[in-house]
């Protein structure tokens, strides 16, 4: 297949998070408790709604998406997000150890709220974090002026916090409290 367009693969990529992590019903597709969904009706709910997509166009933002947001299960003929989700869906993650630190980019303009409060996963499933210092950077500058914020991964767990690690590597737990956030200088 050629390169799709980038504007092309931006919009339906998030309209498929939209669908597979929020709003099923945009599209009314069923969606089995993990977030699994046919690909086929998928693809055919989604056309009927104007988003042309066939499965070689699904394939090709399921593999590039720099996210790593979507899962096909073995043979392609069921499609899911990773994590994100907005919706109850049992995900069947496994607590796991964490390293050491873990990072959450964020604005700085969130900085005094959270310096009172920790993190919380609001109307998120759990507060998303990263191993990696330039993803946390990425993602803090969708929202104003990155800032990065070290976890205490390794203490929280020691003192009972659990984590998740899922597919892509994005970390997962239920909340940081302020103590175990070290906040730059």
């Known amino acids: 297949m050629e390169t799709m367009n980038p504007k092309q693969v931006k919009s339906i990529s998030k309209f498929l998070s939209l669908v597979l992590r929020h709003k099923p019903e945009t599209i009314n597709i069923s969606m089995d408790a993990q977030g699994w969904v046919s690909t086929d009706e998928l693809i055919k709910k989604m ?105 205490k991964a390794k203490v929280m767990h020691a003192q009972g916090f659990e984590f998740y690690c899922t597919e892509n590597q994005v970390w997962l737990t239920e909340a940081i409290p302020v103590q175990f956030i070290e906040f730059p200088t």
Not at 64 to 76: D, P, S
């Open 47 to 151: 056309n009927a709604k104007g988003k042309t997509l066939n499965l070689e166009m699904l394939e090709y933002i399921v593999e590039n998406n720099n996210k790593k947001r979507f899962t096909f299960n073995e043979n392609k003929s069921r499609i899911k997000a990773n994590q994100g989700h907005s919706l109850t869906i049992d995900h069947g993650f496994k607590a796991v150890e964490p390293p050491e630190f873990l990072y959450h980019g964020t604005a700085i303009r969130f900085i005094e709220s959270i310096q009172k409060t920790g993190l919380d996963k609001r109307n998120r499933h759990h507060v998303h974090l990263t191993s990696d210092l330039a993803t946390a950077k990425s993602v803090g500058g969708r929202y104003g002026k990155p800032v990065i914020l070290s976890i």
